[in-house]
């Protein structure tokens, strides 16, 4: 594996993440995590899901708060910082604008650079908060409850997108089957802890493979059939524990399935040893055990990033950002917030 070092840039970094509901800053230090804070907001609850709307009022709320509970846990002020990061790209609108706009006035009021990122490369490179020794060439399977990609990297900030979904993300998946099984949102946690004491064979959930030579994405299907399943046993409150045991981990078993194959089929394919997991989905431990053991079964490296470092996060945030700050990148006052991924140029 290859050794050479990282450059970060000579003092610690803000990072700066607002892409959804969380409203995350935190500070590194030449790749060292010195504070990192994460306000998760708890208007959506009664929604069962995100309101746009909603979000992007809170992070106007949060923003100011979170930003100097991080920089007072570093023990910093503005001063020594070295550089502004923040999530411009991919994200809900109203969400990125509040980040992205209060870390630009952040910047340019204290003639600090300023560099954008991306959220799914910050994701990737997640991996490097705890560990230092991974590098391309490499294949990461990043999964979220708004993203799910395979993308490979020959090198660091140049990728190549393998695979994506074709309409419902992973995360969204497990959001919207914790709801049809009355456990609640977020779904990923919910069903993780349901499926421990369920059956992952009990019931026969459709995989999508897409054709043999297909690395993309589609859990639309399976989440009609688990609707449908659910709606047949009478709906979530007619179901005894036992049974939405069951439901959870088969449907868990179908995604983990799916997500795993298509990533080992696309690291064989791109000829790496190399494999990255990281997003909210990493959280899951099924997912994270099968792809161990099966990286560990071909002798290949596997990383993936502390749980508390899978979800959005700052630190992610600043860590890509000290990175392209070291290369001499800086992003320009008018770098706009962009919503899709499509509109990005993450793997161009």
């Keep these: 594996m290859p050794t050479e070092k990282l450059l970060f840039p000579p ?14 800053a935190a500070v590194v230090d030449g790749g060292r995590v010195l504070a990192s804070v ?11 899901g995100v309101v746009p709307e909603l979000a992007s009022r809170a992070h106007v709320r949060l923003i100011g708060p979170v930003v100097r ?16 990061a923040a999530t411009h790209a991919p994200g809900l609108i109203g969400s990125l604008l509040v980040g992205l706009t209060y870390a630009k006035a952040a910047a340019a009021a204290r003639g600090l650079p300023f560099v954008g990122v991306n959220h799914l490369e910050a994701h990737l490179l997640s991996v490097l908060l705890t560990r230092d020794d991974v590098r391309p060439p490499l294949v990461g399977l990043l999964a979220s409850g708004g993203h799910t990609e395979i993308v490979e990297a020959r090198e660091w900030f140049r990728y190549r997108i393998l695979g994506s979904t074709r309409d419902d993300a992973a995360g969204e998946a497990f959001d919207k089957t914790a709801i049809l099984l009355g456990l609640g949102f977020p779904g990923g946690p919910a069903i993780d802890r349901a499926a421990r004491d369920g059956d992952p064979a009990a019931i026969p959930f459709p995989r ?9 994405f589609s859990f639309s299907g399976l989440k009609t059939a688990v609707r449908n399943f659910v709606a047949a046993e009478g709906g979530p409150e007619a179901m005894p524990p036992a049974r939405t045991a069951d439901v959870a981990a088969s449907f868990q078993e179908a995604v ?3 997500l795993a194959t298509k990533t080992l089929l696309a690291a064989e394919r791109a000829g790496v040893s190399t494999v990255v997991l990281a997003g909210g989905v990493a959280a899951n431990r099924a ?6 053991a099966a990286c560990a079964d071909r002798g290949w490296s596997f990383a993936v990033p502390e749980l508390r470092y899978c979800g959005d996060n700052g630190a992610m945030v600043a860590l890509a950002g000290a990175l392209r ?24």
């Design 287 to 292: 997912l994270r055990s099968r792809l161990e």
């Design 208 to 216: 999508a493979w897409l054709g043999p030579d297909s690395l993309d």
């Design 69 to 84: 509970e991080a920089l007072a846990g570093a023990g910093l002020g503005w001063e020594d910082l070295a550089g502004v």
């Design 325 to 348: 700050l070291a290369r001499g990148e800086r992003s320009n006052w008018d770098l706009p917030a962009v919503p899709t991924l499509l509109q990005t140029s993450f793997g161009s």
């Design 38 to 48: 994460v306000s998760s907001q708890a208007e959506h609850l009664p929604f069962d």
């Design 11 to 24: 003092g610690p970094v803000l990072g700066i993440e607002t892409s959804c509901d969380d409203t995350a």
């Design 256 to 258: 983990v399935e799916v």
